[in-house]
């Protein structure tokens, strides 16, 4: 009987030592953690332009009413591939190597030749991409900006290069379609193109564009209409407008923004930034 | 002799889980927790908290506004059957977290009252609210889309999710008719480890 | 004693299984003589053995084998949707859109009570999010729900195959039209339990409309032109995604004496193709691709989103042309193939006199 209950605690504690050894094993160094999430500010000053904001009938929304959107500045152009290793530079955190998965799949930065070191071949002033949103938004605090709202990019998209609302127009999306047609169009340099009748560049001819509320494009769950909102299915069904129903460039963008989840790292898509403004039109010269 | 024995052996067992314990608090978060989300909350007692400090707990994970009529009303109730369907044994293990999308109109005694009324005030339940830039990013992380469509109105996916005591996300169930059964299955598999 | 009460029941047991199978299958032999078929159980209650495998999939005019009397499995099905280049007609080049490269997709290919993973992966320098839309699947949008894929991504859901036919897949992205009118479509095949029955030679026909208008920043490209699609006046009109796919050196082939089985699916988007074969009756034609077994059919129609399953025997050689009998369709805008038959000529069938 003794031997017995010798033997099971010389078991049990050979197992715990066993066990114990191996969970210490597994035990990481600690690290020291000065507020990694802190972002440094990176001095890049790209151009902003004023945009007086307004009314606007969103293309696609539950409630097809008039969208009021504020006075705003925009980047005239997307952050480039040059801009983001400044980032990336300042802040470490934000390296291929040290992203927190949480913010970025495996594919962050993609093709970038180490922590700073742009891919080969890339342009440094071609927009960056294979970038999350969270990546996005830190770049955008960092140089004290935030990423434009969905209505304020949308709003920015009526405008063609003569006109603040072109959606009337017929060949408006045409146009749009044609360069959205194009492949690997984002491996060219910014600014190369044309600005549009705000004097912003590059809006439709190289990427999508992160958002900051990309998240509010619903295709299914609403919680008014239950289940699968047709709208984005049927083209008739989002639309607001007869002239939007041709308006398949909009659609191409809506059904971008249903596809993407906030750590998605995508080749197409990069990222301007904005900022809330209280100058009015009469100083947008001294810009 | 033998009682000796005995007692060393759990004397040692006891000291060197301890040890183990304490340095399981120091480990480094996995890279994918939501533990590593920084954002400050208050719970439904107007208390600060972290992520973090929910760590250690498999979360049941949901996000609702209180004031809505249509879709939230069944997502709490799933919540709530999930919760009577973990045994009390296992439930202390576990978090039920309800997070709001309207931290404007859910303050912390709103939520509160929320948790009363709704017999939803056991120390499993854990409201949350924060400001609409915490709320948006932790709505990302959890791939949840909404939109405010009028002043007390919100469009929004409808996800549960469970998440481990590390953070990792394990599952999540999207819809109306979410499996209430694989969710609490999925809750025990996470539990036993 | 015991021992042998034991083989006994098993071999009972054997035997009233064979004997039931037997049943089944002439249950469905004789069903299938009155013009449909049936199952033993409901397909939603049948159960799916072993591991999921990668299901053969293939390229128009080819279709994977025939699931034949086996019972129902798991599969794992893999597509890539892909925006490439390929010659459309006449040398010139056609931006596509695709399931697998192809247009039409990869011919997919199982049986009822079949549990198929479909994982769609989205090429990593697609410009635009495309999903799949499986009308064989039972389920919100086919799958398109859940399986819309951002450039890059790759999503997956699993679906019980619950109905018997031959269904066309396509993308239901935003804007669905343009999606399809480039060609995202294909065919998925359920099978009957036991099987379709055995025939000689089997092809996979896919017609489309095309819409197209030469693309602004290379002279050299079509592309999809929307005005077109609207009006629904498309440039082609053509089978398997390319002019001249099945003639030359590309047409189809059987021997006389066989008997041949086309799945036909028509993608889209708008037309309704008039589907005929010059000089061949179909025997059989699965009506839009569904239970019921029409005979003697010379013309069957099959609707943009639908598929019929024609089937004939080949009495006598020649070359026998494959049109929409909407014929200006066949003779200006592309719509024709051909089947080429070989063998002896049969004077009693067909003879011509001097």
Redesign the interface.
Do not use: H, P
């Given at each position: 009987m003794?031997r017995t209950?010798?033997s099971i605690?010389v078991i049990?504690?050979v197992i715990?030592?066993i066990a114990?050894n191996k969970?210490?094993d597994?035990?990481?160094p600690?690290?020291e953690q000065n507020s990694p999430?802190s972002i440094h500010s990176t001095q890049i000053n790209t151009k902003m332009v004023y945009i007086p904001g307004g009314e606007y009938r969103p293309f696609y929304?539950?409630?097809s009413n008039d969208v009021f959107v504020a006075p705003f500045l925009m980047d005239e152009r997307p952050v480039t591939n040059q801009e983001f290793l400044e980032f990336v530079k300042a802040n470490p955190q934000w390296r291929r190597s040290n992203v927190?998965?949480?913010?970025a799949d495996s594919?962050y930065l993609k093709y970038w030749q180490g922590d700073l070191k742009l891919p080969q071949e890339a342009l440094p002033d071609a927009p960056v991409t294979y970038i999350p949103?969270?990546a996005a938004?830190a770049f955008a605090e960092s140089v004290g900006k935030r990423l434009p709202t969905l209505d304020e990019w949308e709003f920015l998209a009526m405008a063609d290069q003569d006109t603040s609302n072109a959606r009337t127009k017929k060949q408006y999306?045409?146009?749009i379609?044609?360069l959205?047609?194009?492949?690997?169009r984002q491996y060219k340099a910014v600014k190369q193109s044309g600005p549009n009748y705000w004097g912003v560049y590059n809006m439709f001819d190289l990427i999508w564009e992160w958002t900051?509320?990309f998240?509010?494009?619903?295709?299914?769950?609403?919680?008014?209409v239950?289940?699968?909102d047709k709208g984005?299915?049927c083209?008739a069904g989002?639309a607001t407008t007869a002239a939007d129903i041709?308006n398949?460039a909009a659609?191409?963008r809506?059904?971008?923004r249903?596809?993407?989840?906030?750590?998605?790292?995508?080749?197409?898509?990069g990222f301007r930034c904005a900022k809330d403004t209280i100058i009015s039109p009469s100083q947008n010269q001294e810009l | 002799m033998k009682t000796l024995h005995y007692f060393l052996a759990v004397a040692f067992l006891m000291i060197s889980c301890q040890q183990n314990n304490n340095s399981k608090v120091k480990k480094d978060l996995p890279s994918n927790s939501i533990f590593q989300l920084s954002s400050e909350w208050q719970n439904q007692d107007g208390k600060t908290v972290h992520l973090k400090d929910l760590q250690g707990k498999t979360l049941v994970v949901v996000m609702i506004y209180t004031t809505c009529k249509t879709a939230c009303p069944v997502l709490v109730s799933k919540m709530q059957l999930i919760e009577s369907k973990i045994s009390r044994q296992d439930i202390k293990d576990v978090s039920m977290v309800l997070v709001s999308i309207d931290p404007e109109t859910d303050t912390p005694e709103f939520l509160k009252d929320f948790a009363i009324k709704n017999n939803m005030d056991a120390p499993q339940w854990v409201f949350l609210r924060s400001n609409e830039a915490a709320t948006q990013e932790f709505a990302n992380v959890l791939s949840m889309k909404y939109k405010k469509i009028s002043p007390m109105d919100f469009s929004h996916s409808n996800i549960i999710s469970i998440f481990n005591p590390q953070g990792q996300l394990i599952m999540q169930d999207e819809g109306l008719e979410i499996d209430v059964d694989k969710i609490v299955n999925t809750v025990h598999g996470v539990l036993k480890g | 004693m015991k021992k042998h009460l034991i083989i006994l029941a098993g071999a009972a047991m054997l035997f009233g299984m064979t004997s039931c199978k037997q049943v089944s299958k002439s249950g469905a032999k004789s069903s299938s003589n009155n013009g449909t078929y049936s199952q033993s159980m409901p397909s939603v209650d049948m159960v799916a053995e072993g591991e999921p495998q990668e299901a053969e999939v293939t390229a128009a005019p080819n279709v994977p084998a025939p699931v034949g009397d086996r019972g129902p499995k798991k599969w794992i099905v893999n597509l890539e949707t892909t925006e490439t280049q390929a010659e459309i007609a006449d040398g010139k080049m056609y931006t596509f859109w695709t399931f697998n490269h192809t247009v039409p997709g990869s011919f997919i290919r199982v049986r009822v009570g079949d549990e198929v993973t479909l994982n769609l992966k989205n090429a990593e320098n697609s410009v635009l999010p495309h999903n799949i839309d499986l009308h064989a699947v039972t389920g919100p949008g086919g799958g398109a729900a859940v399986t819309t894929s951002a450039p890059g991504q790759t999503t997956s859901f699993t679906f019980k195959a619950l109905n018997p036919g031959l269904y066309v897949y396509h993308c239901a992205a935003p804007p669905v039209p343009m999606h399809i009118g480039n060609g995202m479509y294909g065919l998925i095949l359920v099978e009957p339990e036991g099987g379709l029955p055995k025939v000689d030679r089997e092809y996979y026909v896919m017609q489309g409309d095309f819409y197209t208008k030469v693309s602004a920043t290379n002279p050299n490209l079509l592309e999809f032109d929307n005005d077109k699609a609207v009006a629904e006046q498309p440039d082609y009109v053509l089978f398997n995604g390319k002019k001249g796919s099945l003639l030359g050196n590309n047409m189809i082939e059987a021997n006389v004496g066989e008997t041949v089985r086309i799945f036909v699916g028509n993608g889209g988007p708008n037309l309704t193709s008039s589907f005929h074969v010059i000089g061949e009756i179909f025997d059989n034609v699965y009506l839009e691709g569904g239970s019921t077994i029409s005979h003697n059919i010379q013309t069957t129609m099959i609707p943009a989103g639908g598929a019929a399953i024609v089937e004939f025997k080949c009495e006598v050689p020649g070359e026998f042309v494959l049109v929409d009998h909407s014929l200006s369709r066949a003779f200006n805008k592309g719509a024709i193939g051909k089947l080429v038959v070989r063998g002896d000529k049969n004077h009693t069938v067909f003879q011509e006199n001097k």
């Open positions: 003794k209950w010798i605690v049990i504690l715990s030592l114990c969970t210490q597994d035990i990481m600690v690290q999430e929304s539950a409630d927190k998965r949480i913010y594919s949103w969270f938004k999306s045409d146009d379609i044609n959205y047609l194009e492949k690997d900051d509320d998240n509010s494009v619903l295709i299914k769950s609403d919680s008014r239950g289940e699968d984005l299915f083209a989002g041709l398949y659609y191409m809506f059904a971008l249903a596809s993407i989840k906030a750590n998605y790292n995508i080749a197409n898509l | - | -």
